[in-house]
């Protein structure tokens, strides 16, 4: 987001409003304003005036979960203004409040004119996206009905309806049209002397599928309380450290973060769940590999993450081949959508399973979820799901045929299948993309580290040590072979990935430490890969770089190939205490603290790649996601790394 963009969040909601509290409905760039549900705008205009003109900002919009600001009318030194206008607003599930208090600054009766003019296009977030892309619609059709108290929007395409209820108290005086499909609530309110005068609007998105209208709190203080209660009810019991506070409230902002950043989700039985959400604005749904980064992260502190992760990803497994989801028996899901061009099939995100990595998080946050809690009743459940998840390894996957997990870009969905999954973020040291089929480095490590863990369930839980006996082979094999073939000699270092042909991709990449962080590579191979990750061209001091910025590859700015990104970060330094190198996972997780110290605290998905020696406050992402559930999860992993030090 933009500084002129302030994000509120609350599930699977959020608000994106302006300085003013306002929403324009401006389409393009990289964030547009608007109230969005299960991934369609629900608000698209949402703009305040006073008097028939647009207030000035006294006060804008500051970070917090409640958007509040001061307006008053415009003029100068020698026209002291005539009433102030005090904003509030908030989110929770599928609802907007605001509540508006009008105060007049005169010594004499005074009567003051208030409109808000909203509308709701109802537009699919993929239709915001800056790609320029444009989606048919045939059939749609927009409605408005002027009710009582307010004004009901509606969405109806074939069996598709959507609608928005705006609703206020006192009522509006009238409901005018505009022109252009938007509608004005107006207020003509007489104030006394001094006095005030409020309104609280109400806005309940209702989006296809939703069985009711949601209840929506009666004022954005209600909404805040609710927040702060679930929040305060996810940090309880997590014991922070005492002897580094900064550590400390990260830990307390990632916490509140995660709190409103669970999103509804199923189980196999149908059971409803709450699974974090991958991150804010464009992310806000279920994301296979950041909702199992994120569980793990966040396992010692609250496994329950993790034991609603499982199950929902376990209920939305593929049992069958599909050739524009990317689906393959057993393979775990890596984005699931709820908006209408996902209903239609116009974009393949419905259920779309373009992740090589997901199904391997998927036993390994299994296995170190019955390892964290003794929960072995998850694993019995779920264990036809993780044979199935092993299946897809060793065949479609290509662990038996290639010898290593691969994936060849998608047309329609992503080009890359790893965490680096931008086009392009797989290359060699000058900058050049391999062709065919790629084996990724680390989706090797999962795959070592799935087998290694599934055959601990296989013979402590499901009584079945031949098939331990075999995923253990199968998981030596692959620790050999990837020394053989990824190792680079003459750098002393392991190649990002290997190409149709089996050739090296040579840049050297983040991606190592993750290697670490699995275990997959002999002690001696870990100590020099750890240690180099720490080098000046690696190292910004606010983090390790995706690429090292010595390459032709490299640049600070792009989204994977040379910015910091706090989760990579997180399993380096995980990786780095595995390996004994205690004093180097030490350095990465103050880094990362620091930075979250200079970025309020919280840290966002990707900074820039800037090294902290030249510029001595961390460069923002320009397009990052200011809410990131694995970034949120973040400081948990570092304390679990390095403790309080």
């Not at 995100?349 to 009743?377: H, M, N």
């Not at 190292?539 to 910025?549: C, E, K, M, P, Q």
């Amino acid at each position: 987001m933009t500084d002129r963009h302030h994000l509120l969040v609350r599930g699977g909601t959020f608000a994106a409003v302006s300085d003013s509290g306002d929403i324009s409905g401006v389409r393009g760039g990289g964030s547009p304003e608007g109230l969005f549900v299960r991934d369609a705008r629900h608000l698209s205009r949402w703009q305040l005036t006073v008097d028939g003109a647009v207030p000035e900002t006294l006060a804008p919009v500051a970070g917090g979960d409640t958007a509040r600001c001061v307006l008053v009318p415009r003029g100068g030194r020698q026209e002291p203004p005539a009433h102030t206008v005090f904003r509030e607003q908030a989110v929770a599930d599928g609802a907007f409040v605001e509540s508006l208090r009008v105060t007049s600054n005169r010594p004499v009766p005074t009567t003051v004119r208030v409109a808000v003019t909203a509308d709701a296009d109802f537009t699919d977030q993929f239709e915001l996206r800056s790609d320029h892309r444009t989606y048919a619609k045939t059939g749609a059709v927009r409605s408005r009905q002027v009710l009582e108290d307010g004004v009901e929007f509606s969405y109806r395409r074939g069996e598709w309806r959507s609608r928005t209820i705006v609703t206020a108290e006192p009522p509006p005086d009238g409901v005018e049209e505009t022109g252009t499909g938007a509608r004005r609530l107006v207020w003509t309110l007489d104030l006394e002397p001094h006095g005030s005068a409020e309104l609280a609007l109400r806005v309940a998105a209702r989006p296809h599928g939703a069985a009711q209208d949601p209840p929506v709190p009666a004022s954005p203080t209600v909404a805040n309380d609710q927040l702060l209660a679930l929040e305060g009810e996810f940090m309880e019991g997590v014991a922070f450290p005492t002897g580094w506070p900064e550590l400390a409230t990260a830990c307390a902002r990632g916490l509140s973060d995660l709190a409103a950043l669970q999103v509804p989700a199923t189980g196999p039985d149908g059971e409803e769940l709450s699974v974090p959400a991958a991150g804010a604005p464009w992310f806000l749904t279920l994301l296979g590999r950041d909702a199992l980064l994120t569980s793990l992260f966040a396992l010692p502190y609250r496994p329950r993450l993790a034991a609603a992760t499982l199950p929902a990803l376990a209920a939305t497994q593929a049992t069958e081949v599909g050739t524009r989801s990317v689906a393959q028996p057993g393979k775990i899901v890596h984005e699931v959508r709820h908006g209408e061009l996902a209903h239609f099939g116009q974009v393949p995100y419905g259920r779309y399973y373009g992740s090589v990595d997901a199904t391997p998080l998927f036993l390994v946050l299994l296995g170190a979820y019955v390892e964290q809690t003794g929960d072995a009743a998850m694993a019995r459940r779920l264990e036809p799901h993780a044979r199935a998840a092993i299946g897809w390894m060793l065949d479609h996957g290509g662990l038996t045929s290639r010898g290593y997990l691969v994936y060849r870009a998608d047309e329609g969905g992503l080009a890359n299948q790893n965490w680096k999954d931008s086009p392009g973020a797989i290359c060699c040291a000058d900058g050049s993309r391999p062709s065919g089929p790629v084996m990724a480095a680390g989706a090797q490590g999962y795959a070592y580290d799935a087998l290694r863990r599934t055959a601990q369930l296989a013979r402590t839980v499901w009584d079945d040590d031949v098939y331990a006996a075999l995923l253990e082979q199968a998981a030596g094999d692959l620790r050999d072979r990837f020394q053989r073939d990824f190792w680079m000699d003459d750098r002393a270092f392991p190649a990002l990935a290997l190409d149709g042909e089996g050739r090296q991709v040579d840049a050297l990449a983040s991606d190592a430490g993750h290697l670490l962080w699995s275990g997959l590579l002999d002690k001696e191979y870990g100590a020099l890969v750890g240690r180099r990750l720490l080098e000046p061209d690696f190292f910004s001091g606010w983090g390790v770089r995706t690429l090292a910025a010595d390459q032709a590859a490299y640049h600070p700015m792009s989204y994977h190939r040379g910015s910091v990104w706090p989760h990579d970060n997180a399993l380096i330094t995980l990786g780095l205490a595995r390996y004994g190198l205690h004093d180097e996972a030490r350095t990465v997780a103050h880094a990362l603290v620091d930075a979250a110290t200079a970025t309020g605290h919280r840290l966002p998905e990707v900074l820039a790649g800037y090294g902290r020696d030249s510029h001595p406050e961390p460069v923002p992402y320009p397009h990052a996601c200011t809410r990131e559930s694995r970034s949120a999860a973040t400081p948990l992993a570092l304390l679990t790394a390095v403790g309080g030090a």
